[in-house]
């Protein structure tokens, strides 16, 4: 039950045991869970780290268990401050990825310079694609924004991930979220995902990257202009600061075959595109704007708001943002 905070099933059994049996030592809890003392006492030592366990003041050398509204809400808050560090983080990558890959924009189509090269045209990054696919050798990480994907791009990557899959190399790719609403591309992702491939969707992603063997990165050099071509770069600090936000990005993205969380019956909850949608028009970002960074289109943008405004009983805008808001979900 409580493992989205950290707790496993035996440290939160030792947790409620605690809870119940305040004066039980390390052999009582050993017998009571059918647990070694050893593994008792690195239950105990975590619980103390996470500041669910805190040295009795009644009895000098023992540990008394923290209420679960004391304790969890510490944990939760934790997360939370670690969330902002890590978007932040994110934030910071983003920005020095886009000055960097700006500075090869000036390249002359479809020519090497100091590690780089401008593709310019769907046959040029075609190519270059299944030259840097065909000599890979352990991995390929992909960001796929904008939901739905072409079918030609679709039909495009299936024979060299199939080629790659079969050597042995290992697929992480994340789509968006909206990637789900699409048949074609959320039958591509579970095929993937069936074959070995791992995949993960997120509300909000970067621009589209390739990363091949963490040695080699192709990305578009300007996302909102894609006549402006490709960048294939095999500069470390380029790589480097793309293998960072890719795995920001993985690690707040959610497997494919685990459905994001449902609110409860009679709990007012938003999900993760609810919630980013919210941010995202908070910030000012108009409706075209949002629906482009959520890879959904103006009409869903507009639905979802009609909705949240009607669970917020909110008239305008302006007043459905107080009220998410007060509620916690900006």
């Excluded at 629906?291 to 869903?300: E, I, P, Q």
Aim: overall charge negative; glycine content about 6%; some cysteine.
């Amino acid at each position: 039950m409580l493992e989205a905070l950290g707790l496993d099933r035996s440290l939160e059994s030792v947790y409620r045991a605690l809870l119940i049996h305040e004066d039980d030592g390390v052999a009582e809890l050993a017998a009571r869970l059918a647990l070694t003392d050893t593994e008792v006492r690195e239950c105990l030592d975590r619980l103390v780290d996470l500041e669910l366990l805190q040295p009795s003041r009644d009895a000098p050398g023992m540990l008394r268990a923290v209420s679960p509204d004391v304790g969890l809400e510490i944990i939760v808050r934790r997360q939370e401050a670690e969330l902002v560090r890590r978007q932040e983080e994110l934030a910071r990558s983003r920005e020095a990825v886009a000055r960097t890959v700006a500075e090869f924009a000036t390249l002359r189509p479809n020519t090497r310079e100091d590690g780089a090269e401008r593709l310019v045209g769907l046959d040029a990054i075609q190519r270059r694609l299944e030259c840097l696919a065909k000599d890979l050798r352990e991995e390929c990480r992909a960001i796929e924004p904008g939901g739905a994907q072409s079918q030609a791009s679709l039909d495009a990557s299936r024979p060299l991930d199939e080629q790659a899959l079969s050597r042995g190399v290992q697929l992480l790719t994340v789509y968006q979220d909206s990637a789900r609403n699409d048949p074609a591309t959320f039958a591509y992702a579970r095929w993937l995902s069936e074959q070995g491939g791992q995949v993960r969707t997120s509300p909000v992603l970067p621009p589209r990257m390739l990363i091949f063997d963490r040695r080699t990165a192709v990305v578009p050099i300007d996302p909102a202009n894609t006549r402006l071509g490709a960048l294939c770069t095999s500069a470390p600090g380029i790589v480097a600061s793309l293998l960072a936000l890719f795995d920001q990005t993985w690690e707040s993205a959610v497997p494919l075959g685990a459905d994001r969380r449902r609110p409860a019956a009679g709990e007012e909850e938003v999900t993760a595109a609810e919630r980013e949608l919210l941010k995202l028009l908070a910030s000012g970002m108009t409706d075209e704007a949002a629906g482009k960074r959520l890879g959904v289109s103006l009409r869903t943008v507009r639905r979802q708001m009609a909705a949240l405004m009607e669970r917020l009983h909110a008239s305008s805008r302006f007043e459905a943002g107080l009220k998410a808001a007060q509620r916690g979900w900006l």
